[in-house]
């Protein structure tokens, strides 16, 4: 799970991509209880290359360069702009000060598939935001969209990402090698998928943070 995600969608041609207005309709800002999220923009450009150049974020994504410089969050939000068909990504940020703590988002794989990614700064780790903001993200995919489920994907050795992802009702479906921009090459990842039907069994958040 864990793409800077963050990539440029390679489906379709460049006429076929949505005009902005449809990007602000199939990708509407999400609140949660402490989190807003959000397109990100400019003003997010120096605390992105700042949490991003972190090998500890870096090397537990797929497609995240180390060293991560201004220069790469500065097109990573151009890229996020032009968006894509079907394709959402997120900078999340707290709701009392509009800090930036890290970005989520979905990108297709089929017409009844789309697969979740996030990376979040360690300094915001272990204090429930990323479930917090999955949860959010995964309600607005199920009820926007006509898809039959979402996968997700996170390095074996991720224990943080895994108990993410178990909390959003994901299954376990396998292993695989997977590559890594960071690492140089493949790394051992693990596979989950959340149903439709599983994810309408618990639409009620709140025991499961």
């Known amino acids: 799970m864990q793409d800077e995600l963050l990539r440029q969608s390679q489906r379709g041609l460049p006429e076929e991509r949505p005009r902005p207005e449809r990007l602000r309709t199939d990708c509407p800002v999400l609140l949660s209880e402490r989190l807003v999220l ?22 537990m994504v797929s497609r995240m360069p180390h060293p991560y410089t201004v220069n790469d969050a500065a097109d990573f939000v151009r890229r996020a702009k032009q968006g894509g068909i079907g394709k ?52 607005m995919v ?19 990402s895994r108990r993410v992802i178990q909390k959003c009702g994901f299954q376990f479906q396998g292993s695989a090698m997977f590559p890594s921009l960071a690492m140089g090459g493949p790394v051992a990842v693990e ?14 958040w709140g025991g499961m943070r």
């Not at 898809?147 to 074996?156: F, P």
């Open 38 to 59: 959000r397109a990100p923009h400019e003003e997010d450009i120096d605390a992105l290359a700042h949490l991003a150049n972190n090998p500890n974020v870096a090397t």
């Open 142 to 160: 199920f009820r926007t969209r006509d898809i039959e489920r979402i996968d997700a994907r996170c390095r074996v050795m991720n224990i943080g």
């Open 88 to 139: 959402c990504v997120y900078a999340i940020t707290k709701a009392e000060t509009g800090h930036f703590l890290g970005c989520c988002g979905i990108e297709p794989i089929d017409e009844q598939t789309v697969e979740i990614g996030y990376w979040l700064g360690e300094p915001h780790w272990n204090q429930g935001y990323m479930t917090e903001a999955a949860h959010v993200l995964i309600d």
């Open 191 to 204: 596979w989950f998928r959340l149903d439709r039907k599983t994810w309408i069994s618990l639409r009620s």
